[in-house]
């Protein structure tokens, strides 16, 4: 296991948090009152059967959706009651998302997929920032395939790219929803082989996993089962 | 590298789509450009054979006369006294009113009652350079204008309009082939007296030839020119250089009205007439409202018909962005999930899809007017009227094009936008 340095004060700390879904006119209890904390530095591995709520649950910590009931803080704040701006500024600068499929944009580059972050308004991209995304696609072993077309990498590059763009804005905390779940094994390992290595780095990692092996690499495992941790 | 990229890149990548919009855009810009030009020129070209029947807006002095008839015989009007008009003020003023662009020429006119030959007959005191603006129909059938050499006189021939621009009821002059034009001998005026314009009739009437002498008072006019047959009250006349017959009759500076031929298609009548009402209070204006109504008729049809196109065009186009935005937001619906869950505003992603469109329209602009302004020569050529006006290049007008596309394709865009930026990261990247 990487050895990063954890903080124990909880960076960011989901209480209560409950979340329900209405499918088909049948109402299901996703979450039924989750709490975790993350400390900054720390990888969590949440792990469980599907429908046990992992998922919604990593998308609730990233923002992503907002549950019914309970408070998502970071950094002092409660994320469920912040306004819109906050939200964005948030999603901007400190939380970076990957997924189980890369969601790059296809009429994009991979350096300008890394650089997607900086293309939110009319300001142009720096030099510096090119600079920083090109170090990012280097330290996942891309940089001589910058100005390839994701269609023209293979489904492992692609991935790769899209934890290139995730490193790139410098966030605090990475949530991974199953980052290695279309790839085959060895893609798989080199994924989470960057994942360590940039946890070491301080970034705190909270990824969703159905691979036991992948999740015993964190510091933390969470269960869940049904709703709820277990 | 900035948003602009990302609306501009997925025009690219989906070009099948884009060049679709494009392609119809375009053609309605195409259409629409064409249209305007060619009506431009259709409306100008009309203007002008209309200006060519004469003036349309007359001015006189007020003037206080009684009709007179008894037992059902009418013995005709009774002026009381004959009122001038003083020249260079009443041109003036004319030329001072707000509308003067519209006012292609102004003609005053003095008119002399002589004796010739025991005959009576008008002399018509006239501006020749105006006259002839006023009367592109005329031509000299012997001899040249008052003032012109032969030498001008056979250039102007040659240059003359043909025999279809003449007006209708312009009978054709004989013998009067332009193309055959010779210069003809001068006319010797000796000094001391003037030259003299002899209508076809009035000729004929008081057998005046080149060089026959026309006494007004104590002075002399010599007939330089004989007009070909006209068919209008010029045939029945003399006429003569203003200033000489202003000096000759003992009116100096004074006229006894005015013909104004005002051009109409971007302005109402109306608003020339009560202008120069204002202008010159105390005058009497009439207007020619058959000429003018049948102009307006005319220019108000063609516009309402390029209006009626255009917008069923550009109806056309908008309906078409909108429903390929429509679909273009479901399919991109993880695109734009992706965006929210980087930070980017709804404000964002609203501007990403006007942008995309605002770029089909500004360059659908562009081609539209540049395709459009081409295809109107052709037409022109088509239609065989290609020298009945100018169309001249105007960059602004190509720039405001552009502009006015692009914001009708941002406005077409607004709800498929609008429900783009509604999108949800969860909605769309969630898997639960």
Redesign the interface.
């Known amino acids: 296991m990487h050895e990063p340095q954890i903080i124990d004060a909880p960076l960011l700390e989901a209480i209560g948090i409950t979340k329900s879904?209405t499918q088909d006119g049948m109402a299901s209890q996703?979450l039924k009152g989750v709490s975790l904390s993350v400390a900054q530095g720390e990888f969590v591995s949440i792990v469980g059967r599907s429908g046990s709520g992992k998922?919604?649950f990593v998308?609730v910590l990233?923002t992503?959706?907002?549950p019914d009931a309970g408070q998502v803080n970071y950094n002092g704040k409660d994320l469920v009651r912040a306004t819109?701006?906050e939200i964005?500024?948030?999603?901007?600068?400190d939380f970076a998302?990957i997924?189980?499929f890369h969601?790059l944009?296809?009429?994009?580059t991979a350096l300008?997929n890394t650089?997607?972050?900086?293309?939110?308004?009319?300001?142009?991209?720096t030099r510096a920032q090119k600079t920083r995304a090109m170090e990012c696609l280097a330290r996942v072993g891309l940089a001589d395939k910058a100005h390839r077309l994701p269609g023209q990498l293979s489904g492992g590059e692609q991935q790769r790219v899209a934890i290139a763009?995730a490193l790139v804005k410098e966030a605090r905390v990475l949530f991974a929803?199953e980052p290695t779940g279309s790839l085959d094994s060895a893609t798989g390992a080199t994924v989470m082989e960057l994942l360590g290595q940039i946890n070491t780095e301080g970034l705190a990692v909270v990824m969703v996993t159905h691979n036991e092996e992948y999740a015993r690499l964190a510091h933390r495992l969470v269960r869940m089962e049904d709703g709820l941790v277990v | 590298m900035n948003i602009l990229t990302i609306a501009l890149r997925n025009a690219r990548k989906k070009w099948v789509r884009t060049l679709l919009l494009l392609l119809v855009f375009s053609l309605g810009v195409v259409s629409i450009v064409a249209l305007s030009f060619v009506s431009r020129v259709v409306g100008d070209g009309l203007e002008k054979k209309l200006v060519s029947y004469g003036a349309n807006i007359l001015v006189s002095p007020k003037s206080e006369k009684l009709t007179v008839s008894y037992g059902g015989f009418a013995l005709g009007d009774m002026l009381f006294d004959v009122s001038y008009l003083d020249e260079a003020d009443t041109v003036k003023r004319i030329e001072g009113i707000e509308l003067r662009k519209n006012v292609s020429v102004i003609a005053p006119k003095l008119v002399v009652m002589d004796h010739v030959q025991g005959a009576a007959v008008a002399i018509v005191g006239v501006r020749f350079e105006q006259e002839k603006l006023l009367k592109g129909f005329w031509m000299v059938e012997q001899g040249t204008f008052p003032g012109e050499t032969p030498e001008q006189a056979a250039a102007r021939q040659a240059m003359a309009a043909p025999m279809h621009d003449a007006p209708a009821h312009a009978p054709a002059p004989k013998d009067a082939d332009p193309k055959d034009a010779k210069p003809t001998a001068a006319v010797h005026v000796p000094a001391g007296a003037d030259a003299l314009l002899a209508g076809s009739a009035a000729a004929e009437k008081l057998g005046l030839k080149l060089g026959s002498v026309v006494p007004l008072d104590r002075h002399k006019f010599v007939v330089t020119g004989i007009l070909a047959p006209t068919g209008s009250e010029d045939d029945n006349v003399l006429l003569a250089d203003m200033d000489a017959l202003q000096r000759a009759s003992g009116h100096p500076g004074k006229v006894n009205f005015v013909e104004v031929a005002a051009l109409c298609s971007g302005c109402p009548i109306d608003d020339i007439v009560n202008q120069i009402s204002a202008a010159l209070p105390g005058v009497e204006i009439k207007t020619l409202r058959g000429i003018v109504e049948q102009r307006m008729v005319s220019v108000h049809f063609v516009k309402k018909l390029i209006l009626s196109v255009s917008l069923v065009i550009l109806l056309t186009g908008c309906s078409m962005v909108g429903i390929s935005m429509l679909s273009a937001v479901n399919e991109r619906k993880k695109e734009i999930g992706i965006l929210r869950s980087l930070g980017f505003s709804r404000r964002a992603v609203f501007s990403i899809f006007c942008a995309e469109a605002a770029a089909v329209g500004l360059l659908a602009g562009f081609v539209g007017y540049l395709a459009g302004y081409f295809v109107s020569f052709r037409i022109l050529a088509v239609l065989e009227i290609e020298g009945a006006g100018s169309l001249p290049f105007e960059p602004l007008h190509l720039a405001a094009t552009a502009l006015v596309l692009a914001i009708l394709t941002s406005l077409a865009s607004l709800f498929p936008a609008w429900k783009a930026a509604g999108i949800e990261p969860s909605e769309a990247l969630v898997t639960l």
Do not use: C
């Open positions: 879904f996703a998922s919604t998308s990233s992503l959706l907002m819109e701006a964005n500024a948030i999603r901007h600068g998302v997924f189980q969601y944009l296809p009429y994009l300008e650089l997607l972050p900086f293309m939110r308004s009319l300001k142009p991209v763009r929803d």
